[in-house]
């Protein structure tokens, strides 16, 4: 059995581009799924598998995910001064969740360069990596199969997912061999292929666990696709020396850099919720029942 994973690694220095101009003043990772930010999902899954010992690579822009994890003194004075004791002890269980650390990625090198800037606090221990607009629904379990799949193996697990052919150019693309129930191992990968250049249907989602052997593989891979240093190439370096693990799965992950899986992750993890699923569902049932008819106006007083 290889040593068990007690660290994780948030790369959350991207700019969110995509989802201008929500992003102009605030990190895509601090967008609202209902009320928390996304990367508080993020923290509470790898809390979830026993994971405490976090490090956010930030970068310009991203104090407000600091300001999030942190104790908030005023705000819980003013809470416990109106009996507000639920909120306040919610409020004091974000700050408590972790030990949660930061380091800014000095300039835009790419996702392989900002898991590089890990490596210095990771140290000669295996870690994961969850990408910090990347949420996994709580019961989907793919963190907690990757680590098992290491703790067996002791060798590097990517989390896989199929997706239809014009998608997998947005990815990294994994050629496999099939192993067992949902893993594989990872033969070769591509970054970004045209569907006609793609090895498979198996994009390369946000989670990966790794040995601390990926640290000298990072420091010896080249710039690749847009002038950046790409995880995949690394991935593709280390999958050449030692043998590296995809663990495949179908449903439970939202992109929630991308406008529409952040609307479905909202709807989805609000219905699933006690105190508003009820009379959101009954909304959304009663909307779709009007079709495109918008409801009547009130008449003016």
């Known amino acids: 059995m290889a040593q068990a994973v007690l660290k994780a690694v948030i790369p959350a220095a991207g700019l ?5 101009p929500a992003t102009k003043a605030q990190p895509k990772e601090m967008l609202p799924l209902v009320d928390k930010p996304a990367i508080q999902y993020v923290v509470e899954e790898a809390v979830s598998v026993g994971i405490t010992d976090i490090l956010v690579i930030t970068g ?3 104090r407000s995910l600091e ?16 009996g507000k004791e639920a909120e306040l002890e919610e409020m004091r269980s974000i700050a408590e969740m972790a030990n949660i650390h930061y380091v800014r990625q000095g300039e835009p090198r790419g996702l392989g ?7 210095e606090h990771v140290g000669n221990l295996p870690f ?12 989907a379990g793919i963190l907690a199969g990757m680590l098992k799949t290491y703790e067996q193996y002791g060798h590097s697990v990517v989390a896989l997912k199929e997706v239809i052919p014009r998608d997998i150019s947005y990815y990294g693309c994994a050629a496999v061999k099939p ?21 498979s249907n198996l994009a390369v989602m946000g989670r990966y666990v790794f040995g601390p052997e990926i640290f000298d593989v990072l420091a010896s891979t080249k710039p690749g696709r847009g002038g950046e240093i790409q995880l995949t190439d690394a991935i593709k370096a280390l999958a050449e020396r030692e043998p590296v693990y995809g663990w495949t799965f179908r449903d439970g992950r939202f992109d929630v850099g991308n406008k529409l899986d952040w609307l479905q992750a909202t709807v989805e993890l609000a219905l699933e919720r006690e105190d508003i699923g009820p009379p959101f569902r009954k909304f959304l049932v009663e909307h779709l029942a009007r079709g495109n008819s918008r409801p009547p106006k009130k008449p003016s007083a």
């Not at 969110?16 to 201008?20: A, C, D, E, P, Q």
């Not at 360069?113 to 490596?119: D, E, F, G, N, T």
């Not at 192993?179 to 090895?199: F, G, I, S």
């Open 16 to 20: 969110g581009t995509r989802f201008l």
């Open 60 to 62: 310009r822009g991203k």
């Open 67 to 82: 300001d999030h994890f942190d104790r908030s003194f005023e705000l819980e004075y003013y809470l416990a001064a109106g």
């Open 113 to 119: 360069h900002a898991v590089l800037v890990a490596s």
């Open 128 to 139: 994961a990596v969850l990408l910090g607009d990347d949420i996994m629904h709580p019961g």
């Open 179 to 199: 192993l067992h129930d949902n893993l594989v191992q990872v033969e070769d990968l591509v970054e970004k292929p045209t569907p006609e250049e793609a090895p």
